[in-house]
Protein backbone atom coordinates (compact mmCIF):
# COMPACT_ATOMS: atom_id res chain seq x y z
CA UNK A 1 0.00 0.00 0.00
CA UNK A 2 1.21 3.21 -0.66
CA UNK A 3 0.28 7.25 -1.72
CA UNK A 4 0.70 9.10 -4.75
CA UNK A 5 2.87 12.37 -3.84
CA UNK A 6 6.21 13.70 -3.52
CA UNK A 7 8.04 11.82 -1.30
CA UNK A 8 9.99 13.67 1.96
CA UNK A 9 12.36 12.39 4.62
CA UNK A 10 9.67 10.40 7.52
CA UNK A 11 10.87 11.13 11.02
CA UNK A 12 10.85 7.62 12.44
CA UNK A 13 10.71 9.44 16.02
CA UNK A 14 7.18 10.66 16.29
CA UNK A 15 6.16 6.88 15.85
CA UNK A 16 2.79 5.83 17.79
CA UNK A 17 2.46 2.01 19.01
CA UNK A 18 4.47 -0.69 18.56
CA UNK A 19 5.86 -0.55 14.73
CA UNK A 20 6.75 2.03 12.08
CA UNK A 21 4.04 1.40 9.80
CA UNK A 22 0.13 2.01 10.99
CA UNK A 23 -2.78 -0.24 11.33
CA UNK A 24 -4.92 -0.73 8.03
CA UNK A 25 -8.57 -1.88 7.82
CA UNK A 26 -8.98 -2.85 4.02
CA UNK A 27 -11.59 -4.19 1.77
CA UNK A 28 -11.56 -4.74 -1.84
CA UNK A 29 -14.89 -3.26 -3.32
CA UNK A 30 -15.92 -4.80 -7.06
CA UNK A 31 -17.01 -0.63 -8.64
CA UNK A 32 -14.88 1.45 -5.86
CA UNK A 33 -11.01 -0.50 -5.63
CA UNK A 34 -9.29 -0.98 -2.92
CA UNK A 35 -10.35 0.97 0.00
CA UNK A 36 -7.67 1.30 3.23
CA UNK A 37 -8.06 2.89 6.34
CA UNK A 38 -4.51 3.68 7.87
CA UNK A 39 -4.36 4.52 12.13
CA UNK A 40 -1.63 5.53 13.70
CA UNK A 41 1.00 8.08 14.57
CA UNK A 42 1.98 10.77 12.45
CA UNK A 43 4.91 9.27 11.66
CA UNK A 44 3.13 5.98 11.08
CA UNK A 45 0.79 7.64 8.60
CA UNK A 46 3.58 9.51 6.81
CA UNK A 47 4.84 6.55 5.39
CA UNK A 48 1.56 6.10 3.11
CA UNK A 49 0.51 9.65 3.35
CA UNK A 50 3.80 11.79 3.34
CA UNK A 51 1.43 14.84 2.85
CA UNK A 52 -0.03 14.13 6.17
CA UNK A 53 0.44 17.48 8.44
CA UNK A 54 3.18 18.44 10.83
CA UNK A 55 2.48 20.49 14.31
CA UNK A 56 3.70 24.02 13.84
CA UNK A 57 5.52 26.00 16.58
CA UNK A 58 3.42 29.00 18.01
CA UNK A 59 3.99 32.10 16.71
CA UNK A 60 5.77 30.83 13.30
CA UNK A 61 5.28 28.01 10.84
CA UNK A 62 8.48 25.96 12.03
CA UNK A 63 7.53 22.12 12.25
CA UNK A 64 8.15 20.45 15.36
CA UNK A 65 8.04 16.85 16.72
CA UNK A 66 4.81 15.74 17.50
CA UNK A 67 5.45 12.56 19.15
CA UNK A 68 3.91 9.86 20.95
CA UNK A 69 0.10 11.13 20.64
CA UNK A 70 -2.57 10.01 23.20
CA UNK A 71 -4.77 9.61 20.54
CA UNK A 72 -4.13 8.31 17.18
CA UNK A 73 -5.31 9.72 13.47
CA UNK A 74 -6.29 7.65 10.39
CA UNK A 75 -5.79 8.15 6.52
CA UNK A 76 -8.67 7.01 3.67
CA UNK A 77 -7.21 5.99 0.51
CA UNK A 78 -8.76 4.45 -2.58
CA UNK A 79 -6.44 2.20 -4.79
CA UNK A 80 -3.57 4.17 -2.81
CA UNK A 81 -4.55 7.88 -3.44
CA UNK A 82 -5.17 9.96 -0.18
CA UNK A 83 -8.86 10.55 -0.07
CA UNK A 84 -9.34 11.98 3.52
CA UNK A 85 -7.46 12.63 6.67
CA UNK A 86 -8.56 13.23 10.44
CA UNK A 87 -5.85 14.04 13.50
CA UNK A 88 -7.44 11.86 15.37
CA UNK A 89 -10.36 8.87 15.13
CA UNK A 90 -13.69 9.01 16.24
CA UNK A 91 -16.87 8.27 14.95
CA UNK A 92 -16.89 9.31 11.65
CA UNK A 93 -18.21 9.30 8.28
CA UNK A 94 -16.22 10.11 5.31
CA UNK A 95 -17.26 9.93 1.58
CA UNK A 96 -14.78 8.64 -0.45
CA UNK A 97 -15.91 10.49 -3.98
CA UNK A 98 -14.88 14.02 -1.94
CA UNK A 99 -12.46 16.44 -2.48
CA UNK A 100 -9.29 14.88 -1.31
CA UNK A 101 -7.56 17.41 1.23
CA UNK A 102 -4.59 19.26 0.29
CA UNK A 103 -0.96 18.45 1.27
CA UNK A 104 -0.32 19.18 5.36
CA UNK A 105 -4.16 19.74 5.37
CA UNK A 106 -7.07 17.81 6.99
CA UNK A 107 -10.48 17.30 6.01
CA UNK A 108 -13.38 19.00 7.19
CA UNK A 109 -16.03 16.86 6.89
CA UNK A 110 -16.87 14.11 8.88
CA UNK A 111 -20.35 13.25 8.95
CA UNK A 112 -21.33 12.76 5.61
CA UNK A 113 -25.15 11.29 5.17
CA UNK A 114 -25.35 9.82 1.61
CA UNK A 115 -23.46 8.76 -1.22
CA UNK A 116 -20.73 6.04 -0.79
CA UNK A 117 -18.77 6.43 2.59
CA UNK A 118 -16.84 5.08 4.82
CA UNK A 119 -17.90 4.53 8.53
CA UNK A 120 -16.05 4.62 11.83
CA UNK A 121 -16.30 3.52 15.06
CA UNK A 122 -14.13 4.33 18.03
CA UNK A 123 -13.87 3.62 21.72
CA UNK A 124 -15.18 5.53 23.98
CA UNK A 125 -11.95 7.98 24.58
CA UNK A 126 -10.83 7.88 20.45
CA UNK A 127 -7.90 5.38 21.66
CA UNK A 128 -8.43 2.82 19.02
CA UNK A 129 -10.74 1.93 15.86
CA UNK A 130 -13.33 -1.04 16.87
CA UNK A 131 -14.87 -1.24 13.47
CA UNK A 132 -14.77 0.23 9.95
CA UNK A 133 -18.68 0.10 7.47
CA UNK A 134 -18.20 1.20 3.70
CA UNK A 135 -22.00 2.34 3.47
CA UNK A 136 -23.50 2.93 -0.01
CA UNK A 137 -27.54 2.83 -0.07
CA UNK A 138 -28.65 -0.49 1.44
CA UNK A 139 -25.30 -1.65 1.22
CA UNK A 140 -23.05 -2.03 3.94
CA UNK A 141 -20.19 -4.49 4.35
CA UNK A 142 -17.15 -4.24 6.91
CA UNK A 143 -13.50 -4.06 6.79
CA UNK A 144 -11.24 -6.42 7.34
CA UNK A 145 -9.38 -5.29 10.42
CA UNK A 146 -5.49 -5.09 10.79
CA UNK A 147 -3.44 -8.32 10.91
CA UNK A 148 -2.69 -9.93 14.68
CA UNK A 149 -4.98 -6.85 15.93
CA UNK A 150 -7.84 -7.44 19.04
CA UNK A 151 -10.19 -6.95 16.44
CA UNK A 152 -9.05 -9.39 13.97
CA UNK A 153 -9.18 -11.82 17.17
CA UNK A 154 -12.77 -10.44 18.36
CA UNK A 155 -14.05 -11.09 14.36
CA UNK A 156 -12.22 -14.29 14.20
CA UNK A 157 -14.06 -15.34 17.92
CA UNK A 158 -17.17 -14.37 16.31
CA UNK A 159 -16.73 -16.74 13.09
CA UNK A 160 -16.07 -19.61 14.68
CA UNK A 161 -19.26 -19.58 17.08
CA UNK A 162 -22.67 -19.02 15.44
CA UNK A 163 -24.08 -17.63 19.35
CA UNK A 164 -20.99 -15.01 19.55
CA UNK A 165 -22.60 -13.49 16.62
CA UNK A 166 -25.27 -12.75 18.46
CA UNK A 167 -24.00 -12.27 21.95
CA UNK A 168 -21.35 -10.20 21.44
CA UNK A 169 -22.91 -7.13 19.92
CA UNK A 170 -26.03 -7.95 22.13
CA UNK A 171 -23.51 -7.45 25.22
CA UNK A 172 -22.01 -4.24 23.47
CA UNK A 173 -25.59 -2.71 22.85
CA UNK A 174 -26.62 -3.63 25.94
CA UNK A 175 -23.88 -2.37 28.34
CA UNK A 176 -25.06 1.27 26.69
CA UNK A 177 -27.13 1.22 29.67
CA UNK A 178 -25.01 -0.28 32.31
CA UNK A 179 -24.76 3.58 33.78
CA UNK A 180 -28.62 3.83 34.53
CA UNK A 181 -28.65 0.44 36.10
CA UNK A 182 -25.73 1.74 37.99
CA UNK A 183 -27.02 4.43 39.41
CA UNK A 184 -30.03 2.45 40.57
CA UNK A 185 -28.24 0.03 42.73
CA UNK A 186 -25.38 2.69 43.87
CA UNK A 187 -27.55 5.50 44.59
CA UNK A 188 -29.36 3.70 47.56
CA UNK A 189 -26.16 2.56 49.19
CA UNK A 190 -24.70 6.27 48.80
CA UNK A 191 -27.58 7.12 50.54
CA UNK A 192 -27.53 5.08 53.17
CA UNK A 193 -23.78 6.05 53.78
CA UNK A 194 -24.15 9.87 53.59
CA UNK A 195 -27.47 10.19 55.67
CA UNK A 196 -25.55 9.58 58.77
CA UNK A 197 -22.94 12.09 58.40
CA UNK A 198 -25.45 14.76 56.93
CA UNK A 199 -27.62 14.04 60.28
CA UNK A 200 -24.43 14.39 62.32
CA UNK A 201 -23.59 17.79 60.18
CA UNK A 202 -27.12 19.29 60.89
CA UNK A 203 -27.32 18.62 64.60
CA UNK A 204 -23.92 20.76 65.06
CA UNK A 205 -25.62 23.90 62.82
CA UNK A 206 -27.20 26.40 65.56
CA UNK A 207 -30.67 27.46 65.04
CA UNK A 208 -30.53 30.61 63.28
CA UNK A 209 -34.00 32.93 63.55
CA UNK A 210 -34.00 35.81 61.39
CA UNK A 211 -36.66 38.00 61.91
CA UNK A 212 -38.37 38.44 58.80
CA UNK A 213 -40.13 41.29 58.13
CA UNK A 214 -44.21 41.09 58.53
CA UNK A 215 -45.43 42.52 55.07
CA UNK A 216 -49.58 42.72 54.60
CA UNK A 217 -50.40 42.39 51.19
CA UNK A 218 -53.79 43.66 49.17
CA UNK A 219 -56.63 40.78 48.92
CA UNK A 220 -57.37 40.42 45.63
CA UNK A 221 -61.31 39.60 44.97
CA UNK A 222 -61.07 36.73 43.00
CA UNK A 223 -63.91 35.65 41.53
CA UNK A 224 -65.95 31.93 42.51
CA UNK A 225 -65.91 29.83 39.45
CA UNK A 226 -67.68 26.28 40.01
CA UNK A 227 -66.54 23.84 37.63
CA UNK A 228 -67.86 20.37 36.86
CA UNK A 229 -67.18 17.66 38.54
CA UNK A 230 -65.72 14.89 36.42
CA UNK A 231 -65.95 11.24 37.87
CA UNK A 232 -63.03 8.77 36.59
CA UNK A 233 -63.57 5.18 36.48
CA UNK A 234 -60.64 3.88 39.03
CA UNK A 235 -57.80 1.81 36.85
CA UNK A 236 -55.61 -0.42 38.77
CA UNK A 237 -52.34 -0.45 36.96
CA UNK A 238 -50.31 -3.92 37.36
CA UNK A 239 -47.66 -4.12 39.03
CA UNK A 240 -44.95 -4.29 36.44
CA UNK A 241 -46.69 -1.68 34.85
CA UNK A 242 -46.09 0.24 37.84
CA UNK A 243 -42.70 -0.86 37.85
CA UNK A 244 -41.48 0.11 34.64
CA UNK A 245 -42.94 3.48 35.14
CA UNK A 246 -40.55 3.98 38.01
CA UNK A 247 -37.79 2.64 36.40
CA UNK A 248 -37.91 4.28 33.12
CA UNK A 249 -34.28 5.15 32.80
CA UNK A 250 -33.30 1.18 33.26
CA UNK A 251 -35.44 -0.22 30.86
CA UNK A 252 -35.59 2.84 28.03
CA UNK A 253 -31.74 2.30 27.33
CA UNK A 254 -31.49 -1.37 27.96
CA UNK A 255 -34.44 -1.11 24.91
CA UNK A 256 -32.15 0.97 22.78
CA UNK A 257 -29.14 -0.65 23.81
CA UNK A 258 -30.78 -4.10 22.40
CA UNK A 259 -32.50 -2.66 19.74
CA UNK A 260 -28.60 -1.28 18.55
CA UNK A 261 -27.78 -4.43 19.04
CA UNK A 262 -30.01 -5.85 16.85
CA UNK A 263 -29.09 -3.61 13.88
CA UNK A 264 -25.40 -4.76 14.33
CA UNK A 265 -26.10 -8.58 14.43
CA UNK A 266 -28.34 -7.36 11.01
CA UNK A 267 -25.44 -5.62 9.65
CA UNK A 268 -22.99 -8.54 9.75
CA UNK A 269 -25.22 -10.90 8.76
CA UNK A 270 -25.73 -8.35 5.53
CA UNK A 271 -22.30 -7.73 5.28
CA UNK A 272 -21.03 -11.35 5.01
CA UNK A 273 -24.08 -12.06 2.78
CA UNK A 274 -22.72 -9.12 0.31
CA UNK A 275 -19.01 -10.51 0.44
CA UNK A 276 -20.13 -14.18 -0.16
CA UNK A 277 -22.00 -12.51 -3.21
CA UNK A 278 -18.70 -10.93 -4.41
CA UNK A 279 -16.91 -13.86 -4.14
CA UNK A 280 -19.10 -15.95 -6.09
CA UNK A 281 -19.64 -13.50 -8.90
CA UNK A 282 -15.75 -13.28 -9.45
CA UNK A 283 -16.29 -9.15 -8.70
CA UNK A 284 -13.32 -9.32 -5.96
CA UNK A 285 -9.92 -10.43 -6.31
CA UNK A 286 -7.08 -10.12 -3.83
Known amino acids: MAAHGDEEPTDRGDTAGTGPEPEVWRLVHPRHGTLEVA ?40 DGDVVA ?14 DPPDRGK ?13 QMRSSAFATAVRQVTFREGS ?15 RLEAIAASPWKRVVYPVA ?16 PLIGR ?14 DIDIPWPDISLPSIPWPD ?3 PTINLPEVNVPGWVEFLLEYSKVWVPLLVGVAIAVVAVRHSQKSRRIKREW ?6 QE
Not at 70 to 77: A, D, E, I
Not at 89 to 96: A, E, Q, R, T
Not at 279 to 284: L, P, Q, T, Y
Open 172 to 187: AGVGKSGWAIAMIVLL
Open 85 to 98: RAHQVGNHKVSITG
Open 139 to 153: EVVYFDPPPGSAAEA
Open 225 to 227: ISL
Open 279 to 284: ESAGEV
Open 39 to 78: VGGPAQLRTVDPGFPRKKREGDDTAVDDSAPSNPGYVLLC
Open 193 to 206: VLSPILDWIAGRIP
Open 106 to 118: FTGNLSVLSGPRV
